[in-house]
C-alpha cells in the first residue's frame, strides 16, 4: 500500500517583495510505501494440545522491495499446554511508519468437556474496589456460556451482571469476552469488550470445579475494581 505525501513552499505569493521576481514556487512531493504483508496459512489457526506447531511464517515489502528480514516478531506458542497465543509481526518502512499483523493460535484438547449452559450468579459474588472500599454483594443474574472450540468459551458478562442487572446500566455494560480453561482447569483469559464504555477488562483470574460443577472468577477492571463471581448451571 502506499501513500504520497505533498509539500509545497510558497516562497511569493500575492503580497509583493522587492526582488520577488527572481523567485519562483518550489513543489515537492514524495511517496511512501507502507509494509506489505503476506501471511502464509490462516489468520487464526487451531492445534491439538501435543501435536506440534510450525509458524507457516510472513513475508514483508515495501513497495516493490523485500523487507522480510527486517520484521520484528514477537510471541510464541507452547503446543504442549492448552491456550491462546497471539505472535505478532511487524515491520517499519523507512520513513519510519510502523505496520502489522497478528496470527492467533488456539491449542486446544479436543477431549474437552462442553460446559455451555445458562449459569447463574451465587451468593458470596461481590464487587471489591481495591482502594479499600466495602464489598458490593450481588447474586442471582444469569450468565450464558458458549463453546466455540474444545475447552474455549464465550462469556455474557465477565462481572457477573453488575452494571448490567444489580446497577441497572442495560445490556450495554456487560464485559462480554472468551476464557480459556486449561487443563488443570484453571481459567486462561483472552479478550473481553464493554460496548457502553468501550473498553476492555486487565485481566481474569480463576478455576472450574468439576465436582460441584462451580466456576470461581475474579475479573479486575480499570486498575480499581475486582469482581469475584460464583457461577452454577
Known sequence: ?????????????????????????????????????????????????????????????????????????EGTVNPNEVGAYKITYSAKNVDGFSSSVTRLVYVYDPSAADLSGTYTVQGGSYRLTLSGGAQVPYAGYPITITKFLPGFYNISDFFGGYYEGYRGYGSDYAMTGSFALKVDNTI??????????????????????????????????????????????
Do not use: H, R
Not at 193 to 213: E, I, L, Q, R
Not at 226 to 233: A, D, L, S
Open 1 to 73: 500500500m502506499k501513500k504520497i505525501l505533498y509539500s509545497t513552499l510558497l516562497v511569493c505569493g500575492l503580497l509583493s517583495f522587492a526582488g520577488c521576481e527572481d523567485i519562483t514556487t518550489e513543489d515537492t512531493s514524495k511517496v511512501t510505501y507502507f509494509i506489505d504483508f503476506n501471511m502464509a496459512g490462516d489468520k487464526v489457526m487451531n492445534v491439538v494440545v501435543g501435536t506440534g506447531f510450525t509458524d507457516p511464517g510472513v513475508t514483508a515489502k515495501e513497495g516493490a522491495q523485500d523487507v522480510t528480514s527486517s520484521m520484528v516478531i
Open 188 to 233: 486462561g483469559y483472552i479478550s473481553s469488550t464493554n460496548k457502553g464504555w468501550s473498553d476492555s477488562m486487565d485481566g481474569v483470574t480463576g478455576s472450574y470445579d468439576p465436582a460441584t460443577g462451580v466456576f470461581s472468577l475474579a475479573a479486575t477492571y480499570a486498575g480499581s475494581y475486582t469482581f469475584n463471581i460464583i457461577i452454577k448451571k
